[in-house]
């Protein structure tokens, strides 16, 4: 595994649970190693917040006096010094994995990584290693959230049985749409989708063995956008361990208002959910970057 201790979805910290907010309080926020340090002022210069500090050219960098209650543990000092020298009580060098330059994408294999990505609509009849799942969310989790907050929690319905069963869940809430006049909108659009469950076609969850749900505390800020960065991530991620997925809009929007898939979901109390992919096997290989609107730029 080399030098570094790969951070497994459940250790949110070198130290975890009550380990790490002991140690938290009584050590120092950082601790820099003066045979390593080259006084170069990197990490007080990157440093978000402006919570470290160098004296003069000669000193040692440290926290600055409300460093301890203003970082967010963002590692940015420990991931850009260039001598290993700072090593911060939430990660150390030796657990961060030195960046591959040799691994970085270069932009034409950027721009054609990012424009094979597709919504995966038709599945394998073949259910996904726990495992895999698991390895897969924990290459998600890596996405950016608004002042490292992390907030995003995953509900993997793994159960296929248990997947149609909300996706019925989803059918009567689309259904009951159809019978509101005042949701004319919903009805233009859903009606293909309700037509076509009911000739047992699943145009809901497409016949995905697997759903991933993500949600985070209700009044967590940002918590939207880090799921959607995170199942995000998830989509895009998923080909490279031979998966496929799709963004469920419909899952996300009955779980805003149907109480009967809320129930089933049964997320922690002031949980929201906050957006949901189907996941599975591809059954297709597409063989074309399919074509999209220019964009429309302004300049100010
Ligand atoms: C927020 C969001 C919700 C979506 N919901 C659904 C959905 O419920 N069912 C579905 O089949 N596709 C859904 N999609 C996939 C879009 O239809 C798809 O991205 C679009 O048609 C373009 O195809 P591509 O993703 O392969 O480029 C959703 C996409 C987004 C971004």
């Given at each position: ?17 009550d ?37 003069d ?9 409300v ?5 967010s ?11 290993g020298?700072l ?5 150390t ?8 330059r ?15 990505r ?32 992390q ?31 005042e ?8 009606s ?15 016949g ?5 749900v993500t949600h ?7 918590a939207l ?25 419909f ?5 805003k ?10 997320l922690?109390e002031?949980h929201e ?19 999209r609107?220019?964009?429309m730029?302004?300049?100010?």
């Amino acid at each position: 595994m080399g030098e570094f201790e790969l951070q497994m979805p459940h250790k949110r910290n070198s130290l975890s649970g009550d380990d790490y907010r002991k140690d938290y309080s009584t050590m120092s926020l950082f601790t820099v190693d003066e045979t390593k340090c080259k006084h170069d002022g990197i990490c007080a210069d990157i440093c978000p917040r402006g919570l470290i500090e160098m004296k003069d050219d000669d000193s040692l960098p440290v926290p600055t006096s409300v460093a301890e209650e203003m970082c967010s543990r963002c590692g940015h000092c420990v991931a850009v010094c260039p001598h290993g020298a700072l090593s911060h009580t939430a990660m150390t060098p030796g657990q961060c994995p030195p960046v591959r330059r040799e691994w970085l994408l270069d932009q034409e294999r950027v721009e054609h990584f990012l424009r094979s990505r597709r919504s995966i609509r038709n599945y394998k009849n073949k259910k996904v290693d726990r495992d895999l799942l698991t390895k897969l969310i924990d290459i998600a989790r890596f996405g950016p959230t608004g002042g490292n907050s992390q907030p995003v929690q995953w509900r993997v319905i793994y159960d296929t049985e248990e997947v149609q069963r909300l996706s019925e869940m989803i059918f009567a809430w689309l259904s009951q749409c159809m019978n509101d006049p005042e949701q004319e909108n919903l009805i233009k659009k859903f009606s293909h989708t309700v037509a076509a469950w009911e000739r047992g076609e699943d145009r809901i969850s497409r016949g995905a063995p697997h759903l991933i749900v993500t949600h985070a505390p209700k009044d967590s800020p940002g918590a939207l956008s880090a799921c959607t960065i995170a199942l995000t991530y998830l989509e895009l991620a998923s080909p490279s361990l031979g998966l496929g997925a799709c963004w469920s809009g419909f899952l996300h929007e009955a779980s805003k208002v149907w109480a009967p898939l809320q129930k089933a979901l049964s997320l922690p109390e002031e949980h929201e959910c906050f957006g949901a992919m189907m996941i599975g096997y591809p059954k297709y290989a597409y063989q074309r970057l399919p074509l999209r609107d220019e964009p429309m730029i302004s300049w100010q």
